[in-house]
């Protein structure tokens, strides 16, 4: 992934992003507030750096058409591992999904992390994502039923 890829990884990704909403969340893309769409995903400016410069992030393209993303950096120290390879997102157009597009991008992050000296890979999954699923269960990796927690902090109604 380069630099030069920006805009059309942000069209991929946001357009992914509103197919995800609207099969999941019940607020309408419309209603939500403009700050909080426009710093959604990877490829948002303000998130978009890190996932660059970290040799683990890639596209699949083909005659300068963007099909396919995947964002990933190294992250030190994280839960029992020295090197780990996060997976914040990836996603393959609706048009060209079911090519191996989505398992080429996976298998070449987690190369890249070997590479780098990873230990181990974590990829953010939604539980309602069959297909992703079944594509990390056939890359190797194992799932389990834990789930993720998240927890705003900069929420004013947040009582700590």
Same mark, same amino acid.
């Given at each position: 992934?380069k630099?030069k890829?920006?805009?059309?990884v942000?069209e ?7 197919e995800y909403? $609207?099969?999941? +969340?019940? =607020? ?6 403009q700050?909080w769409?426009?710093n959604?995903?990877a490829s #948002?400016?303000? !998130?978009f750096?890190?996932?660059l410069?970290?040799?683990l #992030?890639f596209?699949?393209e083909?005659?300068?058409? *963007?099909?396919?993303? *995947?964002f990933? $950096?190294?992250?030190?120290h994280?839960?029992?591992?020295d090197n780990?390879?996060? *997976?914040e =997102?990836?996603?393959?157009d609706?048009?060209?999904?079911? =090519?191996?597009i989505?398992?080429?991008?996976l ?5 890249a992390?070997q590479? $780098?000296?990873?230990d181990v890979? !974590?990829s953010?999954i #939604?539980?309602? =994502?069959?297909?992703s *699923?079944m594509? !990390?269960?056939k +890359?190797?990796?194992f ?8 927890m705003?902090?900069?929420d004013?109604?947040l009582?700590?």
């Amino acid at each position: 992934m380069k630099l030069k890829d920006l805009r059309k990884v942000r069209e991929l990704e946001i357009s992914c992003i509103k197919e995800y909403f $609207q099969e999941t +969340i019940e =607020n309408k893309w419309d209603d939500l507030p403009q700050e909080w769409k426009d710093n959604l995903g990877a490829s #948002s400016p303000k !998130h978009f750096r890190p996932y660059l410069d970290s040799g683990l #992030s890639f596209v699949a393209e083909e005659d300068g058409e *963007i099909y396919g993303f *995947i964002f990933a $950096q190294m992250l030190h120290h994280v839960a029992d591992c020295d090197n780990l390879v996060w *997976i914040e =997102n990836m996603a393959v157009d609706p048009l060209v999904r079911r =090519n191996e597009i989505g398992y080429r991008l996976l298998r070449e992050t987690l190369r890249a992390g070997q590479a $780098q000296g990873a230990d181990v890979a !974590h990829s953010m999954i #939604s539980p309602d =994502n069959a297909p992703s *699923i079944m594509l !990390h269960k056939k +890359i190797g990796f194992f799932m389990d039923r834990r789930m993720v927690a998240l927890m705003d902090l900069k929420d004013p109604k947040l009582k700590l």
